[in-house]
């Protein structure tokens, strides 16, 4: 079992940085897939991105790519989302969640555990 927390949201101003954790406990991540989603209100959760279980190889949805990055550090047991030039149309719940043994996918489904998400809110 894993569990996951997020953290490093908050409220910021356009144009402006986050960085956001996913740390992981109860098992380690370092063979899992890591994915970040978000969610607005009424709308379903959508995939930002992933990364494989060494970092090989990352994922990202065209809205977010060249402003997100993602990272880890398997001897932390966590994963980031760097978040730069942010709109705000990135404002929403941001969910980090794991993949055991997968490749990273965009797909939900394909992950087992999922965090309870922080909240990240971007003004004009």
């Known amino acids: 079992q894993v569990q996951l927390v997020e953290s490093g949201g908050g409220l910021v101003q356009a144009g402006a940085s986050l960085r956001l954790s996913c740390a992981a406990s109860?098992?380690?991540?370092?063979?899992?897939?890591v994915g970040w989603f978000r969610q607005v209100p009424g709308k379903e959760r959508e995939f930002v991105g992933a990364?494989?279980?060494?970092?090989?190889?990352?994922y990202y949805a065209d809205s977010v790519k060249g402003r997100f990055a993602i990272s880890r550090n398997n001897a932390k047991n966590t994963v980031y989302l760097q978040m730069d030039s942010l709109k705000p149309e990135d404002t929403a719940v941001y969910y980090c969640?794991?993949?055991?043994?997968?490749?990273?996918?965009?797909?939900?489904?394909?992950?087992?555990?999922w965090g309870q998400g922080t909240q990240v809110t971007v003004s004009s």
């Open positions: 969640a794991a993949d055991p043994y997968g490749p990273g996918t965009r797909s939900r489904v394909a992950y087992n555990y």
């Open positions: 109860g098992r380690t991540l370092i063979n899992a897939a």
């Open positions: 990364i494989d279980w060494n970092g090989s190889n990352k």
